[in-house]
């Protein structure tokens, strides 16, 4: 078997929900062999943002003392890390949302953000985090903005990233203060408008829940469905995922630990009729089949698309197995309608995507006979 196949297989199954003998006899064994690739493993989790959960299951299963001791001291380190950044995360947030309720706004909280304050998974250093995403009534998101600022955040420096105008941005620039783990994005839309046409903010707002918190500050989660559903929209349209046949395992193991956590309070055949309208289906059946595989999950009666999504998961496999068809499908993913419109802001009908394509098609080729690759480029404009 490909050693990256291998990896990605050891690492999915530590984190699978199934807690059963024959598991962590598997485990077990396939540690015991010899064979895996442990500063792949590491390498792949770190990319994956999923090592500290990584951890945080090899030690619930009894497997963490079998590890190679740098692979033990890397894996712990990143973990406590983790662990302190999260506690960093939550403090900033209930001091954040403290200020907001001082001038009657009652925010919320998105992605990351909630898990900190529902138990949404066993480990506190489980979920890896790079910001705050809070949502706040458009109208005064600005003002929210300033607040943060004239209490000593300061806005990132975006330079580079030139195709982002936040005068229309679904969230204003990122802030960060000194001496703080990460970035605090205040949200006047949920999410992008191109996945706002599946869950428009209007809805988010609606239905969206009070979390009971012992810090005496108001403050709301989007309803379980919602959470599902966002997670969907940011990891498999957002961020391309599903249609670069991405594994995108920490996305994944939070959608496994939503469906345990909230069960039957996730609406699943809403969240299906609310992907099928825009087409995007495949994106909710995919991902629930890829949990059910990789992690154990149960899958939920109900969602069509079966067919598509046993290919979607062959196709992972697939480019997992052959790093060179994963290089291929990314390269062509860049000139996908999506990414063209992304990259250089043009409209999405047919003349101005081909131009695009033209143009981009012909800087790749300058690129290569005269300077380092566009990717560089690209990524940082992503």
Same mark, same amino acid.
């Given at each position: 078997?490909?050693?990256?196949?291998?990896?990605?297989?050891?690492?999915?199954?530590?984190?699978?929900?199934?807690?059963?003998?024959?598991?962590?006899?598997?485990?077990?064994?396939?540690?015991?062999?010899?064979?895996?690739?442990?500063?792949?493993?590491?390498?792949?989790?770190?990319? +994956?943002?999923?090592?500290?959960?990584?951890?945080?299951?090899?030690?619930?299963?009894?497997?963490?003392?079998?590890?190679?001791?740098?692979?033990?001291?890397?894996?712990?380190?990143?973990?406590?890390?983790?662990?302190?950044?999260?506690?960093?995360?939550?403090?900033?947030?209930?001091?954040?949302?403290?200020?907001?309720?001082?001038?009657?706004?009652?925010?919320?909280?998105?992605?990351?953000?909630?898990?900190?304050?529902?138990?949404?998974?066993?480990?506190?250093?489980?979920?890896?985090?790079?910001?705050?995403?809070?949502?706040?009534?458009?109208?005064?998101?600005?003002? %929210?903005?300033?607040?943060?600022?004239a209490a000593g955040y300061q806005p990132i420096d975006d330079k580079f990233n030139v195709t982002v105008d936040y005068a229309r941005h679904h969230h204003l620039r990122p802030l960060y203060r000194p001496n703080y783990y990460g970035t605090v994005e205040i949200h006047r839309e949920a999410l992008p408008e191109?996945?706002?046409?599946?869950?428009?903010?209007?809805?988010?707002?609606?239905?969206?829940?009070?979390?009971?918190?012992?810090?005496?500050?108001?403050?709301?989660?989007?309803?379980?469905?919602?959470?599902?559903?966002?997670?969907?929209?940011?990891?498999?349209?957002?961020?391309?995922?599903?249609?670069?046949?991405?594994?995108?395992?920490?996305?994944?193991?939070?959608?496994?630990?939503? +469906?345990?956590?909230?069960?039957?309070?996730?609406?699943?055949?809403?969240?299906?009729?609310?992907?099928?309208?825009?087409? +995007?289906?495949?994106?909710?059946?995919?991902?629930?089949?890829?949990?059910?595989?990789?992690?154990?999950?149960?899958?939920?009666?109900?969602?069509?698309?079966?067919?598509?999504?046993?290919?979607?998961?062959?196709?992972?496999?697939? +480019?997992?197995?052959?790093?060179?068809?994963?290089?291929?499908?990314?390269?062509?993913?860049?000139?996908?309608?999506?990414?063209? %419109?992304?990259?250089?802001?043009?409209?999405?009908?047919?003349?101005?995507?081909?131009?695009?394509?033209?143009?981009?098609?012909?800087?790749?080729?300058?690129?290569?006979?005269?300077?380092?690759?566009?990717?560089?480029?690209?990524?940082?404009?992503?």
């Amino acid at each position: 078997m490909s050693p990256r196949l291998l990896a990605f297989d050891f690492i999915a199954g530590c984190l699978s929900v199934r807690d059963d003998p024959d598991t962590d006899r598997i485990l077990r064994s396939s540690m015991a062999a010899g064979s895996l690739d442990w500063d792949l493993i590491i390498a792949m989790a770190d990319r +994956q943002n999923i090592a500290p959960a990584l951890w945080a299951a090899l030690s619930k299963r009894a497997l963490a003392a079998l590890l190679p001791a740098k692979a033990r001291g890397t894996l712990f380190k990143q973990h406590l890390l983790n662990t302190f950044k999260n506690k960093a995360f939550k403090d900033q947030a209930v001091e954040i949302v403290r200020q907001f309720n001082a001038v009657g706004i009652e925010p919320v909280l998105l992605k990351g953000a909630v898990s900190l304050f529902l138990a949404t998974f066993d480990d506190p250093g489980a979920r890896v985090m790079a910001d705050l995403d809070i949502l706040v009534p458009a109208q005064s998101a600005q003002a %929210c903005w300033e607040a943060l600022c004239a209490a000593g955040y300061q806005p990132i420096d975006d330079k580079f990233n030139v195709t982002v105008d936040y005068a229309r941005h679904h969230h204003l620039r990122p802030l960060y203060r000194p001496n703080y783990y990460g970035t605090v994005e205040i949200h006047r839309e949920a999410l992008p408008e191109s996945a706002a046409r599946i869950l428009p903010t209007a809805l988010v707002w609606a239905e969206a829940e009070p979390v009971v918190n012992p810090f005496g500050v108001a403050m709301k989660a989007p309803s379980p469905s919602h959470r599902v559903l966002h997670n969907l929209l940011h990891s498999g349209l957002i961020n391309g995922t599903y249609a670069r046949g991405a594994p995108a395992l920490r996305s994944l193991h939070e959608l496994a630990a939503m +469906q345990a956590v909230h069960g039957n309070a996730i609406d699943w055949k809403g969240l299906a009729q609310m992907l099928g309208r825009s087409g +995007q289906g495949k994106v909710l059946s995919g991902s629930l089949y890829l949990a059910q595989r990789l992690l154990g999950n149960p899958l939920p009666e109900g969602i069509p698309g079966a067919a598509r999504a046993v290919l979607h998961h062959a196709r992972i496999r697939s +480019q997992l197995r052959w790093s060179g068809l994963d290089e291929l499908v990314e390269r062509v993913c860049w000139f996908s309608k999506a990414s063209i %419109c992304e990259f250089y802001r043009c409209g999405d009908d047919f003349w101005s995507v081909g131009k695009s394509r033209l143009r981009l098609g012909m800087q790749l080729i300058w690129k290569r006979a005269v300077g380092p690759p566009l990717s560089q480029r690209l990524n940082k404009a992503s």
